[in-house]
T-cell receptor, first 117, second 110 residues
Framework: EAGVAQSPRYKIIEKRQSVAFWCNPI?????LYWYQQILGQGPKLLIQ????????DSQLPKDRFSAERLKGVDSTLKIQPAKLEDSAVYLC???????????????FGPGTRLLVL | DAKTTQPPSMDCAEGRAANLPCNHS???????VYWYRQIHSQGPQYIIH???NNETNEMASLIITEDRKSSTLILPHATLRDTAVYYC???????????FGTGTSLTVIP
């Protein structure tokens, strides 16, 4: 079974530029998550989708971050404009939705490492 | 906020059992204990999870105390490839509250 795919793996940009990350979840997984992991910290949830709808985006800095999952499969996360403190690894994860709405285990992609100069 | 407390780092000799503790004293009845690990430059990898009973799979064993306020992840025969940051997470059966905390950095020593 193919895992969660993410691209690019690495990105270097200057502050105030824009950047986009792409995620392809495991086939059949209805739920998709984006996490931000700053060096030395654990991952922090930014946004959760179920199919193409947003379940939770309370931790997403909406003034500069946006995410979409238009067809309920692939997703993109965008930062516009980037700040120095956005330097981090951006992780995508996906999970099945079980009967009754409970969430199965989350499976993570390799992440995109962003450096903002 | 993370609901778990873990030691920041541990060492383990290769071939010996690695016992990683986790305190989750505020865990509620519908919350599971999950363990993930993150090897350098990779995404977190699922290891095991449990609710009340002890669990074992091909990777590890999870021992949960009777009052559920703490748990221990056991890697029975640690190898160098087990060097990673190990995260203990409590999460409800439904919902997305998946707080990672800072984890335990396990170093397996040859």
């Amino acid at each position: 079974e193919a895992g969660v795919a993410q691209s690019p793996r690495y990105k270097i940009i200057e502050k105030r530029q824009s950047v986009a990350f792409w995620c392809n979840p495991i086939s059949g997984h209805a739920t998709l998550y984006w996490y931000q992991q700053i060096l030395g910290q654990g991952p922090k949830l930014l946004i959760q989708f179920q199919n193409n709808g947003v379940v939770d985006d309370s931790q997403l800095p909406k003034d500069r971050f946006s995410a979409e999952r238009l067809k309920g499969v692939d997703s993109t996360l965008k930062i516009q404009p980037a700040k120095l403190e956005d330097s981090a690894v951006y992780l995508c994860a996906s999970s099945l939705v079980l009967a009754g709405g409970s969430q199965e285990t989350q499976y993570f992609g390799p992440g995109t490492r962003l450096l903002v100069l | 906020d993370a609901k778990t407390t873990q030691p920041p780092s541990m060492d383990c000799a290769e071939g010996r059992a690695a016992n990683l503790p986790c305190n989750h004293s505020t865990i509620s009845g519908n919350e599971y204990v999950y363990w993930y690990r993150q090897i350098h430059s990779q995404g977190p990898q699922y290891i095991i999870h449990g609710l009340k009973n002890n669990e074992t799979n091909e990777m590890a064993s999870l021992i949960i105390t009777e009052d559920r306020k703490s748990s221990t992840l056991i890697l029975p025969h640690a190898t160098l490839r087990d060097t990673a940051v190990y995260y203990c997470i409590v999460r409800p059966l439904t919902g997305n509250q998946f707080y990672f905390g800072t984890g335990t950095s396990l170093t397996v020593i040859p």
